[in-house]
Nanobody, 121 residues
């Protein structure tokens, strides 16, 4: 059974940092691209970032480029999102998602339950 479990969310002041983690199990983690997607209150899903199966290629939404860093540890079956210079508009539930192939051109097939990030003073 595929499981994706996010952690690391919380309340942080504007300008602060957080690191999200996504622990994966039930599939060969190193064979699949992964992604972070968020949903702000009252809004739709917004793609944030993606990383290929080997970790050597990444992509970011313009809204987070230069502030967020996606990474993965295939030995630990864990995906990360380091978020710096956080803004109130980054407030959202953050989901990790598994893609159906090794690059992010594929569709999502599994999602985690999400972790809340709140940026507020």
């Amino acid at each position: 059974e595929v499981q994706l479990v996010e952690s690391g969310g919380g309340l942080v002041q504007p300008g602060g940092s957080l690191r999200l983690s996504c622990a994966a199990s039930g599939f060969t983690f190193s064979s699949y691209a992964m992604s972070w997607v968020r949903q702000a209150p009252g809004k739709g899903l917004e793609w944030v970032s993606a990383i290929n199966s080997g970790g050597g290629s990444t992509s970011y939404a313009d809204s987070v480029k230069g502030r967020f860093t996606i990474s993965r540890d295939n030995a630990k079956n864990t995906l990360y999102l380091k978020m710096n210079s956080l803004k109130p508009e980054d407030t959202a539930v953050y989901y990790c998602a598994k893609l159906q192939g090794s690059s992010w051109v594929h569709q999502y097939d599994y999602w985690g339950q999400g972790t809340q990030v709140t940026v507020s003073s």
